[in-house]
C-alpha cells in the first residue's frame, strides 16, 4: 500500500491535476490511497463566506459564484463533455447546500464552530469529486471515499482531536479494497455525527492515519517544493533541500516554521515505522526529503535552521518569586486557559525570571491573563509588571548530531554577536537536538543567513557534496 497526498497547490487548476495524475500513471503500486487537500486558496475563499455573511454583507453571493466557477473551470478541462453532466451535477448540488448554509447565517445571524467547520469542509469534498472523475477519464478506476465516514474526533470542530482506535478499526474494516481510493483530507466527523476539521495542514495529517492504519509502505507528500529545506529559501537564497531526516529532526523543523510539513503528521508514522518523502509535484524527478527513523548518517552536526516570524517574548519577573513554589504552574495555567500555544520557555537560575515566546497577535492577551492570575503579586509588588516585546522571532539550529558534541552553541552565540546581533532569550531541549534563539525581528533574516553560512556553506567540499 502506498499513500500519497496532494496539496492545495498540487491541486490549484487543470493543469497542476494533470500533473498529478501524470505522477499516479508512472507508479506501479498494486493499491494506492490519495488523499488531496482543497484547491489553493480555496478554504481561504470558504472562511471569507461565513464571514461576509456574518457580517450581513451580501458580496458573499459574488464570492461563491467565483468559487463555483473555478471548480468548473477545471472540470471542463480535465473531463470529455460528454461526461461532465454527472459530475457538474454533484458539484452544483454541493455548491446549493453551501449557498443555504451561508444564506442561514446571514438570515440568523448565528456563527457556530460548527457551522464554520461544515462551511470549510466543502473545499476538499469538492476537490476529491473532481480529481476522482478526472482520474477515472485518464484510465485510472478509482473509488471516491469521504474521510468524514473513517476519522472519528471529539467536538472540537475546527481543530479536532482524532479518536485513534476507532479511526484506525473503521479504515482497516470499512475502505474498500480496490486498486486505488481518493479521500478528501482535513475532513473528519464527531462522534455525535457533525463534520469537524483537522486544523491548518490537516490534509497531511489525515494522509499519516490513513497510512498508519492500512501499514502503508511509504507516505508521499506532494507540494511545490523540493521537500525540507536547510532554511527558508525565502530569508537565504543559498538554503538547498536536505536529503535525509530523522523523524524527530523533522519534527522540531516543522515545528519551529518548516511549513512543507504539518508538525503532527509524524506522530502516527513514528508509531507505524511508516518513512515518509516529501516531494514536488511539479520537479517529480527531484528525490525531495526522505523521513525515517534511520537516516544515512550526516556529515553535518546541523541539518536545518528553521525562523518563526511574528512572535511575541512575554516576561514574568521580580523577588517574589524566588523559593515559592507554583509560580510557574500559574503562570502556564493562566496562558493555557486562554488556549495560547508557547513555542519557547526559559527561566532564570535564580528563579527571578520567567520568559515564554507566543504569537505575536496573542500577546496582549496573554498579558491580560497572567495579570490578572499574578494580580495580587503584582498589587504588593512582589513581582514586576508583566513584560511584553515584539516583534520577535525565534531561529532554532536543529541536528541529531549536536547531541554531546561541544561548540554548536557557542560558535552560534559569537557569530551573531560578532555581528551585532543582540541575543534575546536561549533554550536548549534536553535531548541537545536543538537550540532557540530570540532575536528581533528585524535581525532575522540577517541572522538566519550568518548561521546558514556558517553551518552549511562554509563545511568542506567532500561533505557538502554528500548532501547536496
Known sequence: ?????????????????????????????????????????????????????????????????QLEAKHMAAIEELVPMSQQIEIKGRIKIIFRELEDVCRGIYLLDELSDSTKARVMAYGERMSSAIISVALQHH???????????????????LNAKVNLKATYVRMQERLPQVPLIVAPGFVSRSAEGKTTVLGRGGSDYTASLYAAALHAEVLEIWSDVDGMYTTDPRKASAAYSIEELSYEEAMELAYFGAKVLYPPTIAPLVTAGIPLV??????????????????????????????????????????????????????????????????????????????????????????????????????????????????????????????????????????LGEHGINIRAIAQGATERIISVVLNSADAERGVNLLHQKFFLSVPESSEAALA
Not at 23 to 41: F, G, H, W, Y
Not at 51 to 64: G, I, N, S, V, W
Not at 139 to 157: H, K, M, Q, W
Open 139 to 157: 484510465g485510472l478506476p478509482n473509488t471516491l471515499v469521504d474521510s468524514r465516514d473513517f476519522i472519528e474526533t471529539d467536538a472540537s470542530y
Open 278 to 415: 516529501l516531494k514536488n509535484t511539479f520537479n517529480p524527478d527531484h528525490r525531495g526529503t526522505l523521513i525515517s527513523a534511520t537516516p544515512t548518517p550526516s556529515p553535518l552536526a546541523v541539518k536545518g535552521i528553521s525562523c518563526i516570524d511574528h512572535m511575541a517574548v512575554l516576561t514574568v519577573s521580580g523577588s517574589g518569586m524566588i523559593g515559592v513554589p507554583g509560580v510557574a504552574m500559574r503562570l502556564f495555567k493562566a496562558v493555557a486557559f486562554e488556549n495560547i500555544n508557547i513555542y519557547f520557555i526559559t527561566q532564570s537560575s535564580s528563579e527571578q525570571s520567567i520568559t515564554i515566546g507566543l504569537a505575536e497577535a496573542e500577546g496582549e492577551k496573554a498579558v491580560q491573563a497572567i495579570s490578572a492570575e499574578f494580580a495580587a503579586d503584582l498589587a504588593l509588588e512582589l513581582l514586576n509588571p508583566v513584560s511584553l516585546e515584539t516583534p520577535m522571532s525565534i531561529v532554532a539550529l536543529v541536528g541529531n548530531g549536536m547531541i554531546q558534541k561541544p561548540g554548536i552553541a557557542g560558535k552560534a552565540f559569537s557569530l
Open 1 to 65: 500500500m502506498l499513500v500519497l497526498k496532494f496539496g492545495g497547490t498540487s491541486v490549484a487548476n487543470a493543469q497542476a491535476i494533470r500533473q498529478l495524475i501524470s505522477i499516479l500513471q508512472k507508479k506501479e503500486n498494486p493499491r494506492m490511497l490519495v488523499v488531496v487537500s482543497a484547491m489553493s486558496k480555496v478554504t481561504d475563499l470558504l472562511i471569507s463566506l461565513y464571514q461576509k455573511a456574518a457580517t450581513h454583507d451580501a458580496t458573499y453571493l459574488e464570492a461563491l459564484a
